[in-house]
């Protein structure tokens, strides 16, 4: 069994924001195979199903992304779960173009909030991720502001497009294939 864990803050404020792209496919994963995430459980609304014949559970932390790392222990431990295998955890990264993917079997957290606290609940870096690109943050931007802000009408359809990317990414790591998941999509996306 997977646990897919997108990350983002909970309240309506947020929704659609650049830093709640791990909700947000998380929510395209819940429509496309049919799994109700309405469950609460383990600070964090989960649901069950079935992804290219693996069970899953998808998750969205409600700790806030700063203590997302309360969730995904309490998750792990409750199901028993091997964070360096059967663990995928989906979030925001300014350093990669709209839309683009970045996938890592592991790493550090590279300034991302959610991943610092995730590393440090599970006490290690070992996690297959997936990292979602929202764009670098302009100059004078506060990093804050720009990671709460919404996406334009051109960036929500290169958003879409990293969407389904990503949950086409979430098929081949449940399938055991992260090394085909990294090759299709660690790279530049040719402009149109």
Do not use: W
């Amino acid at each position: 069994m997977y646990i897919i864990v997108g990350l983002g803050n909970p309240s309506k404020e947020y929704q659609g924001t650049r830093h709640n792209v791990g909700f947000s496919v998380i929510d395209a994963m819940a429509e496309k195979y049919n799994i109700d995430v309405d469950m609460r459980k383990h600070r964090a609304y989960i649901g069950k199903g079935m992804v290219a014949g693996q069970k899953v559970i998808l998750a969205k932390p409600q700790t806030f992304m700063n203590l997302s790392g309360e969730s995904v222990r309490s998750l792990l431990d409750y199901y028993k779960i091997d964070e360096t295998s059967e663990l995928i955890v989906i979030y925001d990264d300014i350093s990669l173009d709209v839309g683009q993917l970045r996938i890592r079997a592991k790493g550090s957290a590279g300034g991302h909030n959610g991943i610092k606290n995730i590393i440090a609940h599970l006490g290690g870096q070992a996690f297959p991720r997936i990292k979602v690109g929202v764009g670098e943050k302009p100059p004078k931007y506060d990093l804050a502001d720009y990671v709460l802000g919404h996406f334009t009408k051109a960036e929500q359809e290169k958003m879409q497009e990293g969407y389904e990317d990503a949950m086409a990414a979430v098929e081949c790591i449940v399938s055991g294939n992260i090394e085909e998941a990294m090759n299709r999509f660690n790279r530049k996306k040719k402009e149109e």
